[in-house]
């Protein structure tokens, strides 16, 4: 199940880690160091889904 999406999640990011966001308006997270990509949020490990979608 995916957590509501919250806004702090998105800042407290550890510094080595940014974020995209699908069409469908889920969120991936990307390790810059690592170079790797995850659903997880990397410090609470939950998925962040914002139910917004993109428009084309």
């Not at 995209?20 to 990509?37: M, Y």
Request: hydrophobic letters at 40%.
């Amino acid at each position: 199940m995916a957590a509501e999406p919250r806004p702090d999640w998105l800042l407290c990011l550890p510094s080595a880690w940014t974020y995209g966001a699908l069409k469908d308006g889920r969120i991936f997270f990307i390790n810059e160091q690592a170079q790797s990509t995850t659903w997880l949020h990397p410090v609470s490990g939950e998925a962040v889904v914002t139910g917004h979608r993109k428009t084309p």
